[in-house]
């Protein structure tokens, strides 16, 4: 049974920074590119970033290309995204996305 379970949002302050992780199992994380999307109040559900494999190759939203950053842990099974310098507009809750399945999503809050 695949699970991704996010981990790591809250609530920061503009310009701060937030790591939320993604603990993935019931597959082969190895094998799978992992994907990050978020989905804010009364908005549809936006692609954040990918990491392929092999190789680990990152792409960004226009939205967060400079300040986020994904990562993977093939070791861990665990899946990450750095989010510096936050916004208001960044408040959503992040779903990690991979082999078909979502996880249940972290709620991130920026907000003074």
């Known amino acids: 049974q695949v699970q991704l379970v996010e981990s790591g949002g809250g609530l920061v302050q503009p310009g701060g920074s937030l790591r939320l992780s993604c603990a993935a199992s019931?597959?082969?994380?190895?094998?799978?590119?992992m994907i990050w999307y978020r989905q804010a109040p009364g908005k549809e559900r936006e692609w954040v970033a990918s990491?392929?494999?092999?190789?680990?190759?990152?792409t960004y939203g226009d939205s967060v290309k400079g300040r986020f950053t994904i990562s993977r842990d093939n070791t861990k099974n665990t899946v990450y995204l750095q989010m510096n310098s936050l916004k208001s507009e960044d408040t959503a809750v992040y779903y990690c996305?991979?082999?078909?399945?979502w996880g249940r999503g972290t709620q991130v809050t920026v907000s003074s």
């Open positions: 019931g597959f082969t994380f190895s094998r799978y590119a």
């Open positions: 990491i392929t494999i092999p190789g680990g190759i990152t």
């Open positions: 996305y991979a082999s078909g399945n």
